[in-house]
T-cell receptor, first 113, second 114 residues
Framework: GESVGLHLPTLSVQEGDNSIINCAYS??????FIWYKQESGKGPQFIID?????DKRQGQRVTVLLNKTVKHLSLQIAATQPGDSAVYFC????????????FGKGTLLTVNP | DGGITQSPKYLFRKEGQNVTLSCEQN?????MYWYRQDPGQGLRLIYY???????QKGDIAEGYSVSREKKESFPLTVTSAQKNPTAFYLC?????????????FGSGTRLTVV
């Protein structure tokens, strides 16, 4: 069935380093992908999205890369800051009239000062 | 400001009680969702509604019920049939057919059985 998984459940980086969080997806029909950030005790917040007709999209300090050949998604955070410490989820949608997102289990990012 | 509001933030339930979690949005979104999150886990879909007066079961609907009488509101009732209700509950909404661009989430309700 559909699934979205993450390669690394935890990631610890030093402040100022770049972070890379990875995600594998299994549904080749998925055409829309989103990264969310969830701080402790709060709801997830949208970070960045990408559609399947793109392989890279950049935001402020964040970049999402999509490799459809190997069904892999990554989130890169530049110059990681303590405020970036959170759980990061990738989510996928298979399009059409289906507006449901399938979420991965998340990666906990810890930024050390 | 538009947004999605969940209440209460914390809720305590005694064994055998039904409790209702509120979710209200003023984003004019068509679709609304309820997810359950357990510690260290991802989000699991309980119920969703893509239009008023219609809703569908998600992956873990047993022991839960919902209603969608108004576009703005999608309350979730955790019934006594739900044997392990302690979890963090998240409500979300989206524009759906008018341009799907992911979900807006509420801030969550933490439910604890006492």
């Amino acid at each position: 069935g559909e699934s979205v998984g993450l390669h690394l459940p935890t990631l610890s980086v030093q402040e100022g380093d770049n972070s890379i969080i990875n995600c594998a997806y299994s549904n080749s029909a998925s055409d829309y992908f989103i990264w969310y950030k969830q701080e402790s005790g709060k709801g997830p917040q949208f970070i960045i999205d990408i559609r399947s007709n793109m392989d890279k999209r950049q935001g402020q300090r964040v970049t999402v890369l999509l490799n459809k050949t190997v069904k892999h998604l990554s989130l890169q955070i530049a110059a990681t800051q303590p405020g970036d410490s959170a759980v990061y989820f990738c989510a996928e949608n298979s399009g059409g009239s289906n507006y449901k997102l399938t979420f991965g289990k998340g990666t906990l990012l810890t930024v050390n000062p | 400001d538009g947004g999605i509001t969940q209440s209460p933030k914390y809720l305590f339930r005694k064994e055998g009680q039904n409790v209702t979690l509120s979710c209200e949005q003023n984003l004019n979104h068509d679709a609304m969702y309820w997810y359950r999150q357990d510690p260290g886990q991802g989000l699991r879909l309980i119920y969703y509604s893509q239009i008023v007066n219609d809703f569908q079961k998600g992956d873990i609907a047993e022991g839960y019920s919902v209603s969608r009488e108004k576009k703005e509101s999608f309350p979730l009732t955790v019934t006594s049939a739900q044997k392990n209700p302690t979890a963090f509950y998240l409500c979300a909404s989206t524009r759906g057919a008018r341009g799907f661009d992911g979900y807006t989430f509420g801030s969550g309700t933490r439910l604890t059985v006492v």
